[in-house]
């Protein structure tokens, strides 16, 4: 079983920063991809960010120019850093990691989940 230990969430103001980070361990894929979903209150979860093992990114519209994702192999772990925060990014944000090796963006190509760490940001 591979397990993910996120933290960083918490409240923050609009138009702040928080940083997420999820560290995996156990047995992982060789050269994964990482990545980042969020489910809002009355919404189904959605994509948020995803980077592969050598470094390819994509980001949700929604995030772009925003949102950065890293992550230190060595360490297997995915950091998410969100600035210029707005209320519609309140969520719970869920870490994942996919044994694709590209930069796969659906839920279904994602073998192990996180549990989850609350963002709330206030207008």
């Known amino acids: 079983q591979v397990q993910l230990v996120e933290s960083g969430g918490g409240l923050v103001q609009a138009g702040g920063s928080l940083r997420l980070s999820c560290a995996a361990s156990?047995?992982?894929?060789?050269?994964?991809?990482m990545g980042w979903f969020r489910q809002a209150p009355g919404k189904e979860r959605e994509f948020v960010a995803t980077?592969?093992?050598?470094?390819?990114?994509y980001y949700a519209d929604s995030v772009k120019g925003r949102f950065t994702i890293s992550r230190d192999n060595a360490k297997n772990t995915v950091y998410l850093q969100m600035n210029s925060l707005k209320p519609e990014d309140t969520a719970v944000y869920y870490c994942?990691?996919?044994?694709?090796?590209?930069?796969?963006?659906?839920?279904?190509?994602?073998?192990?989940w996180g549990q989850g760490t609350q963002v709330t940001v206030s207008s």
């Open positions: 156990g047995r992982t894929f060789s050269r994964y991809a």
């Open positions: 980077r592969s093992w050598y470094g390819d990114t």
């Open positions: 994942a990691i996919s044994g694709r090796s590209g930069v796969p963006r659906r839920q279904d190509e994602y073998d192990y």
